[in-house]
DNA sequence: ACGCTTGGATAGTCCCGCTATCCCAGGAAG
DNA sequence: CTTCCTGGGATAGCGGGACTATCCAAGCGT
């Protein structure tokens, strides 16, 4: 297909997908001759989880070329290349090492880690921009007033260990390593909007509940 | 204290302080004569907090301003207040009506939130903004491939169900309405990160072993 | 009295995600 | 062959958002 049948069929306009290309976020379709491209089903899987990730998901193109590239990269096993997608998502503040807050949040992360027996996560924490961003929304909790501690996250832990081993299990149910890699990071770009919804709902409905239409 | 003293407390440059008070994120202070305010603890108490929503959170100034204005606003009783600042938060895209794929995540979502009874959600389904971001999500996931249905969400449904009910009894610690309206929104906007950061490690550490460090 | 600080107002900056314009090279119609 | 039209690449511009830098006038301290 041409790039106008491929804007038509993913409702994202030319000029759009043009500076999708340039950023390189999709690859380029194969060229015919010099003045014709010709783009298959694979370039309107790839642009639909572009939007995706944009657009639903709120991630910054440059991250997005990021991610997609470690997404690509058939030479990294299949953990690795999971990881690295992940690692290259979240792109929240760094933590202030100087604030005595940062400093017990990361004690109670780490304490967590520790009872939830996350091995992998433990060794990889120093280094691991999830783990960091962990560190800022707790520390930030605890400016807040929040208690928080490792037993209080413990549950919540579980839970979303719990959401992830569903999700892994979906991720089999595929073939091919980059399709695999492709849901995941779906999953976790995607599916966090869902859980944040729920949330909110469920947040609403049990307000109500409790206090009832004031 | 003053201007100059709140930017030392709060780590906020005095230039950023001046913004937020010409945008409405903070009350002015108390006007000493006519070249000195007065800030008190109750100012410090909010810079932190819209500097979380912001920083922490992502959440846009405007959007900031907005939850803020419910949130003190005490004309309202507390569900209302706390629906109303929850309401303000989300900034989505629109479902788009035409797409088959919206119509489908809809059902699917009335769907869940029947079989997890939840009431008021349903009533207010129509005119939530959680509601409609939700749908726009759950449609991002089936364009993309994913199986979703109600009875695979459920589980995650009564888990965050589960998230709401904690939080609202450590609300029911605090007594001052704002206070524990405040906090609510603290606790939607900076508990969010903490879930999905867990749920990335969690996902990582998973699949680390499955498969190993391939 | 005089410099220094404080707070208010205004304009400017930087980044980001597009979007509009221009240009040239085919291919199709006459 | 010529002419016109369309597809695709390059470049520059736009609009919004979050700050940030500069200026100014009014006190306050010594």
């Given at each position: 297909?041409r790039l106008?049948?491929?804007?038509?069929?993913?409702?994202?306009?030319?000029?759009?997908?043009?500076?999708?290309?340039?950023?390189g976020?999709?690859?380029?379709?194969?060229?015919?001759?010099a003045?014709?491209?010709?783009?298959?089903?694979?370039?309107?899987r790839?642009?639909?989880?572009?939007?995706a990730?944009?657009?639903?998901g709120g991630v910054?193109v440059?991250t997005a070329?990021?991610?997609?590239?470690?997404?690509?990269?058939?030479?990294?096993?299949?953990?690795?290349?999971?990881?690295?997608?992940l690692?290259?998502?979240?792109?929240?503040p760094?933590?202030?090492?100087?604030?005595?807050?940062?400093?017990a949040?990361?004690?109670?992360?780490?304490?967590l880690?520790?009872?939830?027996?996350w091995?992998?996560?433990?060794?990889?924490?120093?280094l691991s921009?999830?783990y960091?961003?962990?560190?800022?929304?707790?520390?930030?909790?605890?400016?807040?007033g929040?208690?928080?501690d490792?037993?209080?996250m413990?549950?919540?832990?579980?839970?979303?260990?719990?959401?992830?081993?569903?999700?892994?299990d979906?991720m089999e149910?595929?073939?091919?390593?980059?399709?695999q890699v492709?849901?995941?990071?779906?999953?976790?770009?995607l599916f966090?909007?869902?859980?944040r919804a729920?949330?909110?709902?469920?947040?609403?409905?049990?307000?109500a509940?409790?206090?009832g239409?004031?």
């Amino acid at each position: 297909m041409r790039l106008a049948e491929l804007s038509e069929r993913s409702g994202v306009s030319i000029a759009t997908i043009k500076y999708y290309l340039r950023e390189g976020l999709l690859s380029p379709g194969r060229r015919v001759n010099a003045t014709t491209a010709e783009y298959d089903e694979e370039h309107l899987r790839r642009l639909r989880l572009v939007r995706a990730l944009i657009q639903v998901g709120g991630v910054p193109v440059a991250t997005a070329r990021e991610v997609l590239g470690h997404v690509d990269d058939d030479s990294l096993g299949r953990t690795i290349r999971l990881g690295a997608a992940l690692w290259a998502l979240p792109q929240g503040p760094e933590p202030d090492e100087g604030d005595p807050a940062v400093a017990a949040a990361r004690t109670e992360v780490d304490r967590l880690l520790e009872s939830l027996g996350w091995e992998t996560a433990r060794e990889l924490a120093p280094l691991s921009p999830v783990y960091r961003s962990l560190v800022v929304a707790v520390a930030s909790l605890h400016r807040l007033g929040h208690r928080w501690d490792a037993e209080l996250m413990a549950p919540y832990g579980e839970l979303m260990h719990q959401v992830a081993r569903r999700q892994l299990d979906f991720m089999e149910t595929h073939d091919s390593p980059t399709e695999q890699v492709e849901l995941a990071v779906a999953s976790a770009v995607l599916f966090e909007p869902v859980l944040r919804a729920l949330h909110r709902l469920a947040q609403e409905e049990e307000a109500a509940r409790r206090y009832g239409i004031e």
